[in-house]
């Protein structure tokens, strides 16, 4: 129990910490509409990275598609929805995972456009490339991360991102055999380092 709310404690502070560097970064940024006369942004993007369970000896490398509809709010202050889909066998259910990131653009030349980002998500278990990880465990996700989007014309970027995640779960099973019956408990705990490289789409 204590070690468990340790965790929680530590994934707020960071959470916390890094909402303070959007209102830092918004407090010095450059306070103007990043692409002039543009409200909305869609990007999606290939994404290339590395996952290790806790207490696991090896990593494994994947590789995944999610899709965003941003809107600017304020400036350069957007909020970015992010769905991830992954289908696999026919006779398995569709995957899903739903966040929402608060994130803020400040642009560093004519060109480049700086970004920061952190949120929150839950879906019913963790994508991969052809597979979801035990669809019947709900999942949190804790997100955050930053990146450069280099403006390509007046309407489409180039995106280029690096993302630290946290999902966490954790769900009972009860077994009958033989006239015995018993619960076992399943936790997930893992954390991935996600390197984005993809397209935006303003308008």
């Not at 035990?134 to 970027?157: E, P």
């Not at 018993?182 to 997930?188: F, G, K």
Request: aromatic letters at 16%; a negative charge.
């Amino acid at each position: 129990m204590g070690k468990s709310f340790r965790k929680k404690e530590v994934k707020m502070k960071k959470t916390i910490l890094v909402f303070t560097l959007l209102a830092l970064v918004a407090s010095v940024g450059v306070f103007a509409q990043p692409i002039s006369g543009k409200k909305f942004e869609f990007s999606t993007s290939a994404s290339i990275w590395n996952i290790k369970y806790k207490d696991a000896e090896e990593s494994t490398t994947i590789i995944n598609l999610p899709i965003r509809f941003g809107f600017f709010i304020f400036k350069g202050l957007e909020i970015e929805p992010e769905l991830m889909l992954t289908i696999p066998d026919e006779s398995e259910e569709t995957g899903y995972f739903l966040s929402g990131n608060l994130a803020y653009n400040f642009n560093a030349s004519e060109k480049a456009i700086l970004f920061i980002l952190a949120g929150v998500g839950y879906g019913n278990g963790i994508e991969s490339f052809s597979w979801v990880w035990d669809q019947d465990m709900g999942v949190t996700l804790i997100n955050a991360g930053g990146g450069v989007k280099w403006l390509v014309g007046d309407s489409a970027a180039l995106r280029l991102e690096y993302r630290f995640s946290n999902y966490s779960g954790k769900k009972e099973e009860t077994y009958n055999y033989w006239g015995y019956s018993w619960t076992e408990s399943y936790e997930l705990d893992r954390t991935d380092h996600k390197f984005f490289v993809g397209l935006s789409i303003f308008f």
